[in-house]
């Protein structure tokens, strides 16, 4: 039973991996493919939330984090001020002013 126990937890947070956090729940996620490094990006209002779906072997969150503003700004259609967040999950601010031509 203990093994059983286990194993259902660890499917359910396997599974759990590239949920969105709860402000995101429920939105549609648009999955955006930038220099190799794939997202699932959700936007609401002036924040975009981009979790990396693939596996990469020991990213670290400068490249990442330039990849998944990219990826924020090609789904919101808005320039991103400032990305936080990890190597899995970046959250981003956006300026979604309308740019005088």
Do not use: H, Y
């Not at 190799?36 to 959700?42: A, I, K, Q």
């Not at 990469?56 to 984090?65: L, S, V």
């Not at 990219?70 to 970046?90: F, P, W």
Request: net charge positive.
């Amino acid at each position: 039973m203990p093994r059983l126990l286990i194993c259902l937890i660890t499917i359910a947070l396997l599974a759990a991996c590239n949920m969105p956090s709860p402000r995101f729940r429920g939105l549609p996620a648009t999955t955006v493919t930038v220099q190799g490094s794939t997202f699932d990006v959700r936007v609401r209002g002036k924040l975009a939330e981009a979790i990396r779906t693939n596996s990469e072997f020991a990213p670290r969150f400068g490249p990442i984090r330039e990849r998944a503003a990219i990826a924020m700004a090609q789904v919101s259609g808005c320039r991103v001020k400032e990305v936080r967040g990890d190597q899995a999950l970046a959250l981003g601010i956006l300026d979604c002013r309308k740019r005088e031509s």
